[in-house]
């Protein structure tokens, strides 16, 4: 099970996931917060932090963002990955 950021965190990137998080599995890009899918252990800190409910696990996530299990786990296999979130 792989936690996914989807929509609602676009613009908001509030912080507040990052902080609970004992992995240090969450990054900032251009748009978003994003979870590291490899490093993240699955223990759900994060789920009850976000003031957007933006975060869900990939089999959770509503059907009409379901293309951001995608971009999630994408973006960190591109040129430019997301980088440590500035606290």
Do not use: H
Not at 28 to 57: H, K, M, N, R, S
């Amino acid at each position: 099970m792989t936690y996914v950021i989807a929509e609602p965190c676009i613009g908001v990137k509030d912080r507040s996931c990052v902080d609970v998080c004992p992995v240090d599995c969450i990054y900032e890009g251009e748009d978003q917060l994003y979870i590291e899918p490899d490093e993240c252990i699955d223990c759900g800190a994060c789920v009850p932090e976000c003031p957007v409910t933006a975060i869900f696990t990939e089999e959770e996530v509503p059907p009409n963002w379901e293309s951001y299990i995608a971009k999630n786990r994408d973006v960190f296999k591109s040129d430019q990955p997301p980088a440590a979130p500035k606290r």
